[in-house]
T-cell receptor, first 113, second 117 residues
Framework: DSGVTQTPKHLITATGQRVTLRCSPR?????VYWYQQSLDQGLQFLIQ???????AKGNILERFSAQQFPDLHSELNLSSLELGDSALYFC????????????FGPGTRLLVL | AQTVTQSQPEMSVQEAETVTLSCTYD???????LFWYKQPPSRQMILVIR??????QNATENRFSVNFQKAAKSFSLKISDSQLGDTAMYFC??????????????FGAGTQVVVTP
């Protein structure tokens, strides 16, 4: 158990819908990262938040957005969902700005039908 | 742009034997970090080992060790005394050392390791 929690574990929804994935970092960690793992694109970095502020952006679609709240938990919002958004979404956390090792949560498996 | 290449899609090894996974990366930078993560059937991503590019000494973690060849841009993982619980997908990952790239892990495609009795 890494100490990073993610909810829900599984999510099934329809195209065009919007979902929110939630992540709670390890106690004391200020940085949260989101990754997408899909069959065709592998593991991809989406976005990083550090102490409430966006720190780095990767290949995140405009239909996707994220935020980190004062209690440091983070949410990833996916809207106008397409079949290709079906993937495993991981959250990871680290103590500070990112040179440290990232510890991953168990992931949220999203299936868009 | 940096790329991470794992050329072995799958490897099989018997219990107690040794297996070596290859990873190469492409970068023009001198300061970076390399990682191996494992993903067992549970899908959890678990850190196996970490290497800082400025350190010449190869990292080790119990039965796991790396062979870091900076000039060749190679970062292989050796699993010694393989155990059934080592069955997993293994991902090599790269992170730049510049401040604007901290946190952006770039992953290879993965190597599936199957440990057989």
């Amino acid at each position: 158990d890494s100490g990073v929690t993610q909810t829900p574990k599984h999510l099934i929804t329809a195209t065009g819908q919007r979902v929110t994935l939630r992540c709670s970092p390890r106690s004391g960690d200020l940085s949260v990262y989101w990754y997408q793992q899909s069959l065709d694109q592998g593991l991809q970095f989406l976005i990083q938040y550090y102490n409430g502020e966006e720190r780095a952006k990767g290949n995140i679609l405009e239909r996707f957005s994220a935020q980190q709240f004062p209690d440091l938990h983070s949410e990833l919002n996916l809207s106008s969902l397409e079949l290709g958004d079906s993937a495993l979404y991981f959250c990871a956390s680290s103590p500070r700005t990112g040179r440290e090792t990232q510890y991953f949560g168990p992931g949220t498996r999203l299936l868009v039908l | 742009a940096q790329t991470v290449t794992q050329s072995q899609p799958e490897m099989s090894v018997q219990e107690a034997e040794t297996v070596t996974l290859s990873c190469t990366y492409d970068t023009s930078e001198n300061n970076y970090y390399l990682f191996w993560y494992k993903q067992p059937p549970s899908r959890q991503m678990i850190l196996v080992i970490r290497q800082e590019a400025y350190k010449q000494q190869n990292a080790t973690e119990n039965r796991f060790s790396v062979n870091f060849q900076k000039a060749a841009k190679s970062f292989s993982l050796k699993i010694s005394d393989s155990q059934l619980g080592d069955t997993a997908m293994y991902f090599c990952a790269f992170m730049m050392g510049t401040t604007d790239s901290w946190g952006k892990l770039q992953f290879g495609a993965g190597t599936q390791v199957v440990v057989t009795p």
